[in-house]
């Protein structure tokens, strides 16, 4: 995905806590994660490094163990990015099969 929906207020009530380092590194995570949809290593030093953030593994290993679930044989896993991976791929098929009349409805539904 090279584009999601990010909700400020929901994510503010939930980091606020945080360093700014552990909320650059949890934002990173989560645009890995949409990125190649796919849950992170279950490796943490590969996940700094795949944030860029190498240097602060302690805080990277801070988010994953507060934000993420750890599954033995996939990696960290996030439980609503994966809701929204799958909203989103839903919503790309359906219009991947769509007919000129569902596309004029579609198309005059969203200019409201």
């Known amino acids: 995905m090279h584009f ?10 939930h980091t606020l806590h945080l360093s700014p380092m552990e909320d650059l590194a949890y934002r990173r995570c989560l645009d890995i994660y949409y ?5 992170l290593p279950e490796d943490a030093t590969e996940v700094a490094r795949l ?10 290993v801070q988010v994953l163990e ?18 929204e991976i799958t909203k989103s791929v839903s919503y790309t098929h ?7 009349l569902d596309v004029v409805c579609r198309l005059l539904l969203e200019k409201k």
Do not use: C, W
Not at 35 to 39: A, D, G, M, S
Not at 51 to 60: G, L
């Open 4 to 13: 999601y929906s990010f909700n400020i207020g929901d994510y503010m009530s």
């Open 66 to 83: 507060e934000f993420f679930t750890h599954e033995v044989g996939t990696g960290y896993v996030h439980k609503r990015t994966n809701e």
């Open 51 to 60: 944030i860029r953030m190498p240097e602060q593994k302690p805080e990277v």
């Open 35 to 39: 990125l190649h949809e796919k849950p």
């Open 94 to 100: 359906l219009r991947a099969h769509e007919t000129v």
